[in-house]
């Protein structure tokens, strides 16, 4: 941190849509100046859209973004990391720290591929947008605890923040907690289309289903109940719930969500081993 408690430069490898929800945090919380931060990115296009937005700097040359900063993000797609780094390798300072939320992409890949070794690998999640995320991260002992306080502030910016000391937890969260707000929106938007179905209109059937989930989070989290008791308080015997949840059971919801989750969990891994592979590759 400088000395007023904000955040030194950053540059964002990759101006999408989560450079952009960390960006918007980081004004919001008033961590850093805009014009410490650097967007890069290969569309000129979207330097401009980011610069006229926030008053952020924005350039299209990934190594020269690199260079100038403390904590270097790297926030590109992982099938894009195996270009990037041989274009970022020399060009980020010996006491930077290196900060990647790509899916599935390794530390040990990052650190071989860049050359440095204070990284932290760090995911994510889509409600970081409104700073209402959740950021899993995992850190390299080489992160210094200045560092590490400079990340928790980041990611506090998106949201809450849940260290976990083992990598292998990143791949997990990528699947749970990364991917999960997809599942959530796909879930309401059929719940949603139930109410059209039943004769609401959208827009009606949108308020109700909004609060109903806003709602049941807010009591699940406040009452700190189990899951199922909260369950069998809306469940009454013979009852509209009961007989909801028993076609829901039919149809395999659980099991349905549970090979989705552990799906996307091995895909995570895939676009891991893919990026390794392919640093490898590039590397010969
Ligand atoms: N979206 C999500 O819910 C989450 C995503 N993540 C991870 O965050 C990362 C970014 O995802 P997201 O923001 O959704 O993706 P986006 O596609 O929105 O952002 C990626 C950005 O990288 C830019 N880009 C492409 N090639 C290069 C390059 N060679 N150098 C610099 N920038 C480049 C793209 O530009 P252009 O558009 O011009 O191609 C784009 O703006 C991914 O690794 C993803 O796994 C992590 C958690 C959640
Ligand atoms: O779909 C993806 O690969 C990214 C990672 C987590 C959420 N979106």
């Known amino acids: 941190m400088s000395v007023d408690g904000r955040l030194p430069r950053i540059a964002f490898i990759g101006s ?26 290969p569309r000129p296009e ?6 006229s937005r926030y008053g952020v700097r924005a350039t299209v040359h990934n190594p020269e973004a690199a260079a100038e900063a403390e904590i270097v993000v790297l926030s590109v797609k992982p099938q894009v990391i195996p270009r990037v780094l041989p274009e970022l390798r020399g060009h980020i300072r010996p006491q930077a720290l290196v900060f990647s939320i790509a899916a599935g992409v390794r530390i040990a890949t990052l650190r071989e591929g860049l050359g440095v070794s204070a990284i932290i690998r760090a995911m994510p999640n889509t409600p970081a947008q409104i700073g209402q995320g959740v950021t899993v991260w995992t850190a390299t002992e080489e992160v210094t605890p200045r560092q590490r306080e400079q990340a928790i ?3 506090r910016a998106m949201g809450e923040e849940v260290y976990v000391d083992d990598e292998r937890y990143l791949d997990m969260a990528t699947a749970l907690t990364g991917t999960g707000p997809a599942y959530v929106f796909l879930f309401m938007e059929a719940m949603v289309d139930a109410g059209v179905h039943l004769g609401f209109s959208r827009r009606v059937a949108e308020q109700l289903v909004y609060q109903t989930v806003i709602g049941s989070a807010l009591y699940a989290r406040q009452s700190g109940l189990h899951l199922a008791a909260l369950r069998n308080q809306v469940t009454s015997p013979g009852g509209t719930t009961a007989e909801a949840l028993y076609h829901l059971e039919k149809g395999g919801f659980r099991t349905v969500i549970s090979r989705a989750i552990w799906a996307a969990y091995v895909r995570s891994r895939q676009l891991g081993r893919g990026a390794a592979d392919e640093v490898e590759r590039l590397e010969r």
């Open 46 to 51: 979207r330097g401009q859209e980011l610069r």
């Open 153 to 155: 502030l980041l990611m």
């Open 16 to 41: 999408g849509v989560m450079a952009e929800a960390m960006i918007r945090g980081l004004l919001r919380d008033n961590l850093i100046d805009p014009q410490d931060i650097i967007a890069s990115g």
